[in-house]
């Protein structure tokens, strides 16, 4: 139903800015809601940020609140995460992950995910 790509990961030194950007296709969004999560390797899957396509509201992990910024662009289809001053215990493999329904910081109730991308963040 629908299909995501995650772009924009890659190296960045601490303290600067990453985009990362999760396009869908497939069917529209409209009352879906989005989300990305990280994993970095021999950790657990962890919550970054959700978005509730139609409504726009957003929720953040407290690690990166303050930080990072998820957003939409309904022409594009695209859901974004703008990472500002990233920090080392950042780095991890990033996803999008969607579901039709409420946003929720819990990976197992999306049911839509993209491949991930690579985030590395040096000190």
């Known amino acids: 139903q629908v299909q995501l790509v995650e772009s924009g990961g890659g190296v960045v030194q601490a303290g600067g800015s990453l985009r990362l950007s999760c396009v869908a296709s497939g069917r529209t969004l409209s009352s879906y809601a989005v989300a990305w999560f990280r994993q970095a390797p021999g950790k657990e899957r962890e919550f970054v940020a959700a978005?509730?396509?139609?409504?726009?509201?957003?929720d953040y992990a407290d690690s990166v609140q303050g930080r990072f910024t998820i957003s939409g662009d309904n022409a594009k289809n695209t859901v974004y995460l703008q990472m500002n001053s990233p920090k080392p215990e950042d780095t991890a493999v990033y996803y999008c992950a969607a579901r039709w329904g409420i946003k929720s910081d819990s990976w197992v109730r999306y049911d839509f995910w993209g491949q991930g991308t690579q985030v590395t963040v040096s000190s």
């Open positions: 978005i509730s396509w139609s409504g726009g509201s957003a």
